[in-house]
């Protein structure tokens, strides 16, 4: 079974730092895309982030980039995201997922993904002072 | 960025009912949208593919279908775990972009 736990979340002052993690389970790591997606109280999911397998490759929704950076692990099969500069607007879960592709049969996806599948449970960041 | 739009942003049906929620996209993605089930609490989990292939493990009750810029999942017989905020995501370009959601709700 496939299995992302988050950690990392919690209360932090606008303009302050915060450091995410995601332990994975279950799947060839290195094979396999990890994503970002956060969600707002109330509102729909936002993808923010996604990192290739190699960890070479990294993908960043504007209103993160250039204040959070994702990365990887390989040995210990983990992912973080580094956020910066926190904004209030920046209050959510913190979910991460899985890249998965594939039109036909739903394949992982090393690369760019398509779709997010599996989730993590979510970690919740507040941003306020 | 391509937008998503869902309607309606909530609906109400019975148990048996037949539930179709729409979402639209503001340009062509040819396939490549998928729908997510969020249960209140929970992450969300995908349910459709490439807009008509339903995940393993999904109920055969659940459908999708559209292509280009307009959308269709259909839940036939609603069960009371259907209970639950329906998502479309395009996965045609980045940033990939999520709809608004809609609130399934049980008469």
């Known amino acids: 079974e496939v299995l992302l736990v988050e950690s990392g979340g919690g209360l932090v002052q606008p303009g302050g730092s915060l450091r995410l993690s995601c332990a994975v389970s279950?799947?060839?790591?290195?094979?396999?895309?990890v994503n970002w997606v956060r969600q707002a109280p109330g509102k729909g999911p936002e993808w923010i982030s996604s990192?290739?397998?190699?960890?070479?490759?990294?993908l960043y929704a504007d209103s993160v980039d250039g204040r959070f950076t994702i990365s990887r692990d390989n040995a210990n099969n983990s992912c973080h995201l580094h956020m910066s500069s926190l904004r209030v607007e920046d209050t959510a879960v913190y979910y991460c997922?899985?890249?998965?592709?594939?039109?036909?049969?739903?394949?992982?996806?090393?690369?760019?993904?398509?779709?997010?599948?599996?989730w993590g449970q979510g970690t919740l960041v507040t941003v306020s002072s | 960025d391509i937008q998503m739009t869902q309607s309606p942003s909530s609906v109400s049906a019975s148990i048996g009912d037949r539930v179709t929620i729409t979402c639209r996209a503001s340009?062509?993605?040819?396939?490549?949208l998928a729908w997510y089930q969020q249960k209140p609490g929970k992450a969300p989990k995908l349910l459709i593919f490439?807009?008509?292939n339903l995940q393993s493990g999904v109920p055969s009750r659940f459908s999708g279908s559209g292509s280009g810029t307009d959308f269709t999942l259909t839940i036939n017989s609603l069960h009371p775990e259907d209970l639950a905020t329906y998502y479309c995501?395009?996965?045609?370009?980045?940033?990939?972009?999520f709809g608004q959601g809609t609130k399934v709700e049980i008469k």
């Open positions: 490439a807009a008509s």
């Open positions: 990192i290739n397998g190699r960890g070479d490759y990294t």
């Open positions: 340009q062509g993605i040819g396939t490549w």
């Open positions: 995501q395009q996965g045609n370009s980045f940033p990939r972009t």
């Open positions: 997922a899985r890249g998965a592709t594939g039109s036909i049969l739903l394949q992982p996806a090393a690369e760019a993904p398509r779709w997010f599948d599996p």
């Open positions: 279950g799947l060839p790591f290195s094979s396999n895309s």
